[in-house]
Structure formats: structure tokens, C-alpha cells
């Protein structure tokens, strides 16, 4: 296609743009850099065909959306630029001014993901009616066939396919209102329950909430918040990504609490930047500023907190991957690391790059599987060297992605995010939640 240009209030900032220097700092950053070894598979290079869009020196090729596309905003080379290149905010802009476009004029794939992202991941009944075909195969003992004695008889391609989806046995996490209430609660909070983490991985949830409540937090679960946009906005779908953000403030302040608790890290990247997103609507910006100063990733406030005293032992090899959107979009690096080497028993082994991307990015294992492929490749490379029996995530697409990387590499290592280690040596030390089965702490339906 040709003819595409930048059109809308979300187009990249000229000002933004011409911060980069075209140092290369951020060549060594990028995974698909260095998968590639191309200059227009790097930021500078993507940033050069951005500001060519802009400035109408060239169009929106098939080829120049494929190089844009390919990206997968990670955003390590912000960590790496000497300038301060908000070079996520720039992509964002990049696509939603491709996508505000009329329909006809969108690129073709865009706008099939953009369908696909509106009418499902942001309606729960069909995002759940989806996933529960995914749990009757997993419970139905099928996805462990497949993976076990039948696995020979499955074609490569279905293999490789197969290897991605993630095991649903475990009852979703659902529950709303309050859902711990301690006798001494000091603290009022609300935890996002977001659009998939909650039915992928049940046990995260549940091990937040008993943390909290461990921490003195009063905990409750809005029924009117939804999905946080995330992904949207990633895919240019500004315009769906507001309407998302709209009303998870709308219900977050109704439930006036002190903070917003986020355990998945791509979602509270995109709720800490929900000021950005509205910031062009007069009856929003400020309520949406407010709101994102009020967002904490779950490590982040447990850390700030300090962690609780007397965990049990675990004895325990463990290698943390960097969410990216953790540790580049929010900052947030020594948290996780801090809870870890707290808990009694615990080795922490690093990897050489434990902020790589590991490929997952969202959708972009899906719409980007050869080269999500060849991340993650180098990433499980690092995970195996470092001898780990247990791999730290803080982000439910991370866990999703590094689960498929062990079971295609065979690696004997299980994934799980942080808060479920220091959840497991709260309860070793002896601590449990006071409240009983059906009052107002969480249950263990969710453990895997």
C-alpha cells in the first residue's frame, strides 16, 4: 500500500523527533537489531522512517510498515539513549496517526488486529468464552498428551503452535468487591485484575491479595474496571485505548483507595501514562494525571513497604527476567531483586542481559512469530546458562512466553511471577490469611 500519512491529534511530536542525535547507543539495545544485524530493524533507524512519514519525504510502504512493525517496543533503547528519546510514546504516536486514517487507508493487517483487539480482549464475556475452549483442551487431558506420549504424531508447525498455549486447568480469578479485609488494615488499595491475567494465571492474583493483606492492606476489586488499553495503544487503536482508560479511572475513583496495585507490568506502564493519553481531552487530563500518580506495581509497593518478617525458607535457584515494561517504561529494577534476596534460602543468579525482551511484546508473538522466535531464542540461551531451577517474571505476557521457551528448549525449570515467591515464604513461615472461605480474603482455586 502507499499513500498512508500521519493524520489525527496523535501524530509524533516534531520536538520529539529531533531529539535523536543518531548516536547508536541504542543499537546493542534491540533485539531485533541484533537478531538482524539491519539498521532499519533499530530504533534509529525506525525513528529515520518516522520522521521521513512526518515530514512527507516518504509513504507508508508495505515496506516501511513492515520495519515499524517488526518493532517490538520494548523500549530498552530509552533506557540506553543519551538524548531521553521517548521513543515509546513516538511509536504509539507513529501507528495511531497511521490508524486514524479512514479504513480504506489503513494498513491491512493493522486493522484486522485492531478488530480483533476491540471485540474481544476488550469484551470479557467473548475474551472468557474463547479462553474456556482453551480450558476444556487443557483439562480435558489433551494439551498433555500432546505434549507427552502423543507428541511424535503432532506435525512440527501444530507442535510449535501448540507449545505456545498455556496451561488453563486452574479456576480463574474473577472475584470483585473486597477481597481482603485485615483486622488492622493501615492501608486502602484496589488491584487490577486486567483482561487475561486473571484467567491465564489465576495464582498471581491470589498470591497479591495475600501478600497485601500480610502488608495490612485493605483489598477490593472495582466489577467496573476492564482492560487497560495496553495493548491498543500499542497497535495504534488510540481511540479504544482512551474509551478503556476512561473507565478504569472512573471506576478506580469511585472506590477511593490509596493506591491502584498492578501485578502484570505492561499494564501498569500503560495506566502510569493514561495523563499522555488523555491529554488532549479537557475533561479528562487532569483526572487522568491524578489517577496515574496513584498506580504502583505490586513489587514496587511491597518493596517501598518493606518486606514483611518472618518469611520461611525456600532453597531455591532463581533467575529474575526484566519485564521490559518494568524495568524500561517504569524504571523499576532493584524492587524485585530486593524481595528476592529477602527471602531465607533464595539464590539469585543473574543473566548477562536479564533486561533483554524475551519476545512475548503483547501481541507480537502472535503477529510476529519468526522473529519473536529468534528472541526468544537468545533469551532461554541466557535463562539455561544461568542453571536456574526457577525463572521470576513480572508480567503475565513474560511468564506466557518464557513457559513455551522451556518447554521448546526442555528446560527443567518451572516460571513464576515474584509476588508468588514471596507469597510461598510468607505462608512457609506460618503466616495465613484470617479471613474464612467465603468472607473477604482469597482462596487457593487459583494455585498451580
Not at 164 to 184: E, N
Request: hydrophobic content about 40%.
Amino acid at each position: 500500500m502507499t499513500g498512508t500519512a500521519f493524520v489525527g491529534p496523535d501524530t509524533p511530536s516534531a520536538a520529539d523527533l529531533a531529539n535523536c542525535i543518531h548516536c547508536g547507543f541504542c543499537l546493542p539495545s534491540c533485539p531485533t537489531y541484533l537478531a538482524t544485524g539491519q539498521e532499519l530493524e533499530s530504533p534509529r533507524g525506525r525513528l529515520h522512517l518516522i520522521s521521513a512519514l512526518h515530514s512527507g519525504r516518504i509513504e507508508a510502504t508495505d515496506g516501511v510498515l513492515g520495519h515499524l512493525d517488526q518493532c517490538l517496543q520494548c523500549r530498552a533503547c530509552e533506557t540506553a539513549c543519551p538524548s531521553a528519546v521517548p521513543y515509546g510514546r513516538i511509536m504509539e504516536d507513529a501507528r495511531a496517526a497511521l490508524m486514524a486514517n479512514e479504513p480504506s487507508e489503513q494498513p491491512r493487517t493493522w486493522r484486522w488486529r485492531t478488530f480483533a483487539l476491540r471485540h474481544v480482549l476488550a469484551r470479557p464475556r467473548r475474551m472468557r468464552a474463547l479462553l474456556t475452549l482453551g480450558r476444556l483442551y487443557s483439562r480435558s487431558g489433551l494439551q498433555q498428551a500432546a505434549r507427552g506420549p502423543l507428541r511424535r504424531l503432532v506435525p512440527a508447525r501444530v507442535r510449535r503452535l501448540e507449545s505456545t498455549a498455556p496451561d488453563l486447568r486452574a479456576a480463574p480469578f474473577r472475584r470483585t468487591g473486597t477481597l481482603a479485609s485485615p483486622p488492622a488494615a493501615n492501608t486502602h488499595v484496589a488491584l487490577l485484575l486486567g483482561c487475561v491475567a486473571g484467567e491465564i494465571y489465576p495464582a498471581t492474583h491470589e498470591a497479591t491479595v495475600r501478600v497485601l493483606d500480610r502488608l495490612g492492606c485493605e483489598v477490593v476489586a472495582p466489577p467496573e474496571q476492564g482492560c487497560c488499553g495496553a495493548l491498543h495503544s500499542h497497535a495504534g487503536d488510540a481511540d479504544t485505548a482512551r474509551a478503556l482508560a476512561r473507565r478504569n479511572i472512573d471506576a478506580f475513583e469511585q472506590a477511593g483507595v490509596d493506591a491502584v496495585i498492578v501485578n502484570a507490568a505492561g499494564c501498569g506502564a500503560a495506566m502510569k501514562e493514561y495523563g499522555r493519553l488523555l491529554r488532549h481531552d479537557p475533561h479528562w487530563s487532569d483526572r487522568a494525571e491524578r489517577f496515574s500518580a496513584n498506580v504502583r506495581d505490586v513489587l514496587e509497593f511491597v518493596a517501598a513497604r518493606g518486606v514483611p518478617d518472618g518469611l520461611g525458607r525456600i532453597d531455591r535457584t532463581v533467575t529474575l527476567q526484566d519485564a521490559c515494561h518494568l524495568a524500561h517504561a517504569q524504571g523499576i529494577r532493584e524492587a524485585p531483586r530486593a524481595i528476592l534476596r529477602a527471602i531465607p534460602g533464595l539464590e539469585l543468579r543473574e543473566q548477562v542481559h536479564p533486561d533483554r525482551c524475551c519476545g512475548s511484546a503483547g501481541i507480537y508473538s502472535l503477529v510476529q512469530r519468526e522473529m519473536s522466535g529468534q528472541v526468544l531464542a537468545a533469551k532461554m540461551a541466557e535463562i539455561e546458562a544461568t542453571g536456574a531451577e526457577t525463572v521470576c517474571t513480572a508480567n503475565a505476557g513474560c511468564t506466557m512466553q518464557i513457559e513455551a521457551g522451556v518447554r521448546t528448549f526442555g528446560l527443567g525449570a518451572d516460571v513464576r511471577h515474584v509476588i508468588e515467591l514471596l507469597d510461598e515464604a510468607i505462608r512457609a513461615g506460618g503466616y495465613s490469611s484470617p479471613a474464612g472461605p467465603t468472607g473477604t480474603g482469597p482462596s487457593q482455586a487459583g494455585a498451580r
